[in-house]
């Protein structure tokens, strides 16, 4: 009777320290293949404040992190303005903190490369990159993914030194698992 | 004569690569104390403003520098006054690039510990704290040094996702060489 109350006691007090990770969705719930677009808007291009964008994105699970690609098409809507495409794939690896990643990339940030590190809260996955420029600004970017029936919500944010120079908001549909 | 100048420039050419080594301008060497305010935002208002007091001692080290500080906030209420202390150390070593230095012991940014670095422009020396905690969340702040004299301004400011916004403002004098 007593060994059952103390499993009981046990199983009471383990399950409400998991219940906030237990409440975050898994990672597995992220992985596919989205594609969408969105409006940016900043002040870093005085020309086009305002930005059609196509924020394609794959998430794959991998040894308990991720993969993630993505693509982005800068269509730009000033005259003579090129169109732009970038691909960029970052690895994330866990962490001893429950869910939170960081990428696997040995990096030293003042060399100027990006130090990336995500996070799972809730339904939103949320991946960060510090970029530390030559004259010491840092430079932070965030990519903040919220999942919805259909696919998921994108919000990017670029600070430098602080100050909001970017954002983009967008809505993606899953289109492969 | 001969010898003497032989000797002149032996003994300048001996000092020449202690000078190269000094990264800071000779001024910030030393132990500066003063004071200040503590202003911090909620939502874009006004929420709190607290005096502050401040310590700082900056000494070379191998390949750079190190900063000591110590900061002691009042609370002043009827019955409920109190102080609080902070204090930290940080040896910072050059990096690749002109003016930026990094940590002797980078910590794990992702694991839990602060990421810092610095970087000396003129007469002012900027000191650079990311910190990610368990959630994932990062908060940024940045110590603004600017020497004048035997004086010293400073400006903090606090930003991100773990906390209410700062800015603390205050002006030091150096105590000690």
Same mark, same amino acid.
């Given at each position: 009777?007593?060994?059952?109350?103390?499993?009981?006691?046990?199983?009471?007090?383990?399950?409400?320290?998991?219940?906030?990770?237990?409440?975050?969705?898994?990672?597995?719930?992220?992985?596919?293949?989205?594609?969408?677009?969105?409006?940016?808007?900043?002040?870093?291009?005085?020309?086009?404040?305002?930005?059609?964008?196509?924020?394609?994105?794959?998430?794959?699970?991998?040894?308990?992190?991720?993969?993630?690609?993505?693509?982005?098409?800068?269509?730009?809507?000033?005259?003579?303005?090129?169109?732009?495409?970038?691909?960029?794939?970052?690895?994330?690896?866990?962490?001893?903190?429950?869910?939170?990643?960081?990428?696997?990339?040995?990096?030293?940030?003042?060399?100027?490369?990006?130090?990336?590190?995500?996070?799972?809260?809730?339904?939103?996955?949320?991946?960060?990159?510090?970029?530390?420029?030559?004259?010491?600004?840092?430079?932070?970017?965030?990519?903040?993914?919220?999942?919805?029936?259909?696919?998921?919500?994108?919000?990017?944010?670029?600070?430098?030194?602080?100050?909001?120079?970017?954002?983009?908001?967008?809505?993606?549909?899953?289109?492969?698992? | 004569?001969?010898?003497?100048?032989?000797?002149?420039?032996?003994?300048?050419?001996?000092?020449?690569?202690?000078?190269?080594?000094?990264?800071?301008?000779?001024?910030?060497?030393?132990? #500066?104390?003063?004071?200040?305010?503590?202003?911090?935002?909620?939502?874009?208002?006004?929420?709190?403003?607290?005096?502050?007091?401040?310590?700082?001692?900056?000494?070379?080290?191998?390949?750079?520098?190190?900063?000591?500080?110590?900061?002691?906030?009042?609370?002043?209420?009827?019955?409920?006054?109190?102080?609080?202390?902070?204090?930290?150390?940080?040896? #910072?070593?050059?990096?690749?690039?002109?003016?930026?230095?990094?940590?002797?012991?980078?910590?794990?940014?992702?694991?839990?510990?602060?990421?810092?670095?610095?970087?000396?422009?003129?007469?002012?020396?900027?000191?650079?704290?990311?910190?990610?905690?368990?959630?994932?969340?990062?908060?940024?702040?940045?110590?603004?040094?600017?020497?004048?004299?035997?004086?010293?301004?400073?400006?903090?400011?606090?930003?991100?996702?773990?906390?209410?916004?700062?800015?603390?403002?205050?002006?030091?004098?150096?105590?000690?060489?």
């Amino acid at each position: 009777m007593l060994i059952r109350r103390i499993l009981m006691i046990a199983g009471l007090v383990a399950s409400l320290a998991m219940s906030a990770a237990a409440q975050d969705a898994p990672l597995a719930d992220f992985a596919g293949v989205y594609k969408g677009g969105g409006v940016a808007e900043g002040r870093d291009n005085i020309y086009f404040t305002v930005t059609a964008r196509d924020l394609d994105v794959e998430i794959k699970p991998k040894d308990g992190g991720f993969d993630v690609t993505w693509t982005t098409i800068n269509h730009g809507t000033a005259r003579g303005q090129r169109v732009s495409r970038k691909t960029d794939t970052v690895s994330f690896i866990v962490t001893e903190r429950p869910n939170v990643f960081r990428g696997t990339a040995r990096i030293e940030p003042l060399d100027g490369e990006p130090y990336y590190w995500a996070r799972i809260s809730g339904r939103t996955l949320s991946v960060y990159a510090l970029t530390i420029a030559g004259n010491g600004a840092y430079e932070l970017t965030s990519w903040v993914r919220t999942l919805t029936p259909t696919g998921m919500d994108l919000t990017f944010r670029r600070l430098s030194d602080g100050e909001a120079v970017r954002s983009v908001r967008g809505k993606l549909v899953k289109v492969a698992p | 004569m001969r010898r003497l100048l032989i000797a002149f420039f032996v003994a300048l050419l001996a000092a020449t690569p202690a000078l190269a080594q000094d990264a800071l301008p000779q001024g910030f060497y030393g132990h #500066f104390a003063g004071l200040g305010l503590s202003e911090t935002m909620d939502d874009g208002k006004l929420v709190e403003v607290k005096p502050r007091d401040f310590d700082v001692t900056i000494s070379k080290s191998d390949n750079g520098f190190t900063v000591s500080w110590k900061t002691t906030e009042y609370t002043i209420r009827p019955r409920k006054s109190k102080l609080e202390a902070d204090d930290e150390t940080i040896v #910072f070593v050059k990096s690749a690039r002109d003016g930026m230095y990094g940590e002797k012991t980078p910590g794990d940014l992702a694991g839990g510990e602060s990421a810092y670095w610095a970087r000396v422009s003129g007469n002012t020396l900027d000191v650079y704290r990311l910190t990610v905690n368990d959630e994932g969340r990062h908060e940024l702040a940045v110590w603004q040094r600017t020497l004048n004299g035997d004086s010293m301004d400073l400006v903090f400011q606090r930003s991100g996702e773990t906390s209410k916004p700062r800015v603390v403002k205050g002006t030091l004098s150096r105590v000690k060489q």
